[in-house]
């Protein structure tokens, strides 16, 4: 029902813009988050935005260079990165789940749904 797209190959210090869109009709009333797994580690979370309300929240190492935003329209989460870090590198999944409740919402077993992950290389 996810399908996340737009990840690639950038320079330090460069940009991405990656996007989540649902196969169903919205993502009103859900929690959709954004998570990575770098090679050998744990997956970690990176953002979550409240569909309806808009409230985000981050991750501290991505904060001031990562923003989540939505699309009503198209029915899409964004994640735009700036400033990218070679320790970004990452698989990036985004996921989403109608009952995340905040305490929760960096917690990856909170989510239902996911993508199927785009990959995000940042080289030195």
């Known amino acids: 029902q996810l399908q996340a797209s737009g990840g690639g190959l950038v320079q330090a210090g460069g940009s991405l813009r990656l996007s989540c869109a649902t196969s169903?009709?919205?993502?009103?009333?859900?929690?959709v988050g954004w998570f990575r797994q770098a090679p050998g580690k744990e997956r970690e979370f990176v953002t979550a935005i409240r569909y309806n309300s808009g409230h985000t929240t981050y991750e501290d190492s991505v904060k001031g260079r990562f923003t989540i935003s939505k699309s009503n329209a198209k029915n899409t989460v964004y994640l735009q990165m700036n400033s990218l870090k070679p320790e970004d590198t990452a698989v990036y999944y985004c996921?989403?789940?109608?009952?995340?409740?905040?305490?929760?919402?960096?917690?990856?077993?909170?989510?239902?749904?996911w993508g199927q992950g785009t990959q995000v290389t940042v080289s030195s």
């Open positions: 996921a989403a789940d109608r009952g995340v409740i905040l305490s929760s919402i960096r917690d990856n077993r909170a989510y239902d749904y």
């Open positions: 169903a009709n919205t993502f009103h009333g859900y929690t």
